[in-house]
């Protein structure tokens, strides 16, 4: 069956980077579109980032822009969240999520197809 599993979430201090990985098994990676999600306590998931199939491309939300990379490498079925300069309101779980051969990258959480338990990450100040 499909898996994704993240990793590398932790608590770090303001300022501090973390890489975040999503590895997948149970599908071709390369068919699916990746994406990077947030919750925090009480709100909404909320799109962080994502990549198109080939990782050609790449988008994000505006609150992590020039702070945050999203990477993929589909020989080893893994997507990335490199995230720099973490602020505290950064804290929330991590989740990613893969969207079977969409034609672009989807900021609406309802249109992936599969989804990974949540890393945690906290930011403290």
């Known amino acids: 069956q499909v898996q994704l599993v993240e990793s590398g979430g932790g608590l770090v201090q303001a300022g501090a980077s973390l890489r975040l990985s999503c590895a997948a098994s149970?599908?071709?990676?390369?068919?699916?579109?990746m994406g990077w999600f947030r919750q925090a306590p009480g709100k909404e998931r909320d799109f962080v980032a994502g990549?198109?199939?080939?990782?050609?491309?790449?988008y994000y939300a505006d609150s992590v822009k020039g702070r945050f990379t999203i990477s993929r490498d589909n020989a080893k079925n893994t997507a990335y969240l490199q995230m720099n300069n973490l602020k505290p309101e950064d804290t929330a779980v991590y989740y990613c999520?893969?969207?079977?051969?969409?034609?672009?990258?989807?900021?609406?959480?309802?249109?992936?197809?599969?989804w990974g338990q949540g890393t945690q990450v906290i930011v403290s100040s």
């Open positions: 999520a893969a969207d079977f051969d969409a034609p672009g990258v989807a900021a609406t959480a309802s249109l992936y197809d599969y």
């Open positions: 149970g599908l071709t990676f390369s068919n699916y579109v």
């Open positions: 990549t198109i199939k080939s990782g050609g491309s790449t």
